[in-house]
């Protein structure tokens, strides 16, 4: 994977798509938003060399599991949100939800991707099933890591 390509649209897909989806009347945002979904699936197909019988059966898969993924950006970019607007006078009652629905996140994550596992263990061997299981590993490392470094630590 190219770094460059992917630190861009990690950036990119982890604040602006979840941005696009919660300003849906912005018809600018929404563009991006595609584009920026393009250019993973594109990025994802650049890496997973798939043959044509392979990817048939793939992509409908990937595309039912962005949906999960996109579903987890809202929440994740509502929970940054939320505690942005209470950084300031940040209360025990305001920390203790956040990391209550931060674990929640991370819980419903590891349960689509458990959830998901089968129907692509279904359209593709093992090694590529791990394989893609990588690509979206490093794509959300790169989010976290840009949000690690962009959220301060509770006051």
Do not use: H
Not at 13 to 31: D, E, P, Y
């Amino acid at each position: 994977m190219k770094t460059t390509t992917l630190l861009a649209l990690c950036l990119s897909l982890g604040m602006a798509t979840s941005a696009a989806a919660q300003t849906q009347s912005n018809a600018n945002m929404q563009i991006v938003a595609e584009k920026l979904r393009a250019d993973k699936k594109l990025l994802v197909a650049d890496n997973m060399t798939l043959t044509d019988a392979e990817a048939a059966k793939f992509w409908p898969v990937y595309d039912a599991y962005q949906v999960g993924l996109n579903a987890l950006a809202k929440r994740t970019l509502a929970l940054v949100m939320n505690y942005a607007d209470n950084y300031a006078a940040m209360t025990d009652a305001v920390a203790d939800k956040s990391l209550t629905e931060m674990l929640s996140i991370e819980q419903d994550r590891t349960a689509l991707m458990q959830s998901f596992r089968p129907k692509f263990a279904a359209t593709l061997a093992p090694k590529k099933v791990a394989r893609y299981y990588q690509i979206e590993n490093k794509l959300r490392a790169v989010i976290n890591y840009e949000l690690a470094d962009a959220i301060p630590l509770v006051p």
